[in-house]
């Protein structure tokens, strides 16, 4: 049982003697609740485990990325343990990633933005696996998106990333390979590709249909079907089926494919909305000349 922090309380950690200054909450997952706060070392994610074992496994699994020089950020800058309720209770500091999960981001739902998000998702996997490790928690509310252009998006949550050979270490029922039937919960490079196709669905049709789908039909053969009724993914059907077949070879050739998919999605785009696009804009530049030009000869006179 967890107790929350409000705003302005200080949390001492016993060990390091850091101080942190709660700011507000910054989200609740399964193992913990994190808390914007500054220390130190500036503004971090306080992440006060209400799940120890899970949050002292991410700790080591962090540094250990660290120890193979494989750390991806966000970095572990502190694992202490603060006296909160009156007990001693075990907190992580992490960097802290702007950005808001990308089941909360708004975007219209819009297929070639979700895909610049899945583009920086696959780096980051890509990065994992030549570690010889699998993510294996994939799931948009371990994807924090900050607006932009293109959006910039930052996974986190390390606590389920397991060496590549054993069973996944942490998994969501909603994207995980082996609830829909399509494989093992055996960590590889597929399990994480997978995952990451299911985000990305979830981004776009939104997480909400994507669970109704789930309770009614488990299967791949399903999720192709979703794909294929929504004429807005067309274009992103070569990379999406092969992820959810398990036929990817590796992320950084999946990565390759989405790149090319969102090139021929963008060029997809009717000439016809082109050409309006452009009649558009021409029309607002020579408003604004004439309302500059009645304006400048309303001083003169
Ligand atoms: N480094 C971070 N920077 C900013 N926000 C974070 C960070 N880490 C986690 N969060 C926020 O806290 C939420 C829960 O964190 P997470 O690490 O996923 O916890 P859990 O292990 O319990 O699932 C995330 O969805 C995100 O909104
Ligand atoms: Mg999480």
Request: hydrophobic share 50%; with cysteine.
């Amino acid at each position: 049982m967890s107790v929350e922090l409000r705003p302005g309380t200080v949390v001492c950690g016993r060990w390091h003697g850091n101080a942190y200054r709660i700011e507000r909450v910054a989200g609740r997952g399964a193992t913990a609740t994190v808390y914007a706060a500054w220390g130190p070392m500036g503004r971090v994610a306080l992440k006060v485990a209400a799940d120890e074992a899970c949050v002292l496994v991410e700790a080591v699994t962090l540094r250990d990325l660290e120890a193979r020089g494989a750390a991806l950020g966000p970095f572990l800058r502190d694992v202490d343990e603060a006296d909160i309720g009156g007990r001693p209770v075990l907190f992580l500091a992490l960097d802290w990633v702007e950005g808001v999960p990308l089941n909360r981001f708004s975007f219209g739902r819009r297929p070639e933005v979700a895909a610049a998000v899945l583009e920086q998702i696959l780096d980051v996997l890509e990065r994992l696996h030549a570690a010889g490790l699998v993510f294996g928690d994939l799931k948009p509310a371990n994807v924090l998106v900050a607006p932009g252009s293109p959006p910039r998006a930052g996974v986190v949550d390390f606590g389920g990333v397991t060496p590549q050979g054993r069973l996944v270490r942490a998994h969501s029922e909603l994207y995980d390979r082996a609830a829909w039937g399509a494989g093992g919960r055996t960590a590889d490079p597929a399990y994480d590709l997978f995952a990451a196709a299911l985000t990305f669905l979830a981004a776009v049709i939104g997480e909400a249909r994507l669970a109704a789908f789930f309770n009614r039909k488990r299967s791949v053969a399903a999720l192709c079907d979703i794909i294929r009724a929504d004429s807005r993914l067309a274009p992103y059907r070569p990379v999406l089926e092969p992820a959810l077949h398990g036929r990817w070879a590796s992320a950084g050739a999946m990565r390759r494919a989405l790149a090319a998919a969102s090139d021929a999605g963008l060029s997809a785009v009717p000439p016809r909305d082109r050409l309006t696009a452009g009649l558009v804009g021409a029309c607002a530049v020579a408003v604004a000349w004439f309302l500059l030009a009645s304006a400048a000869w309303w001083e003169r006179q």
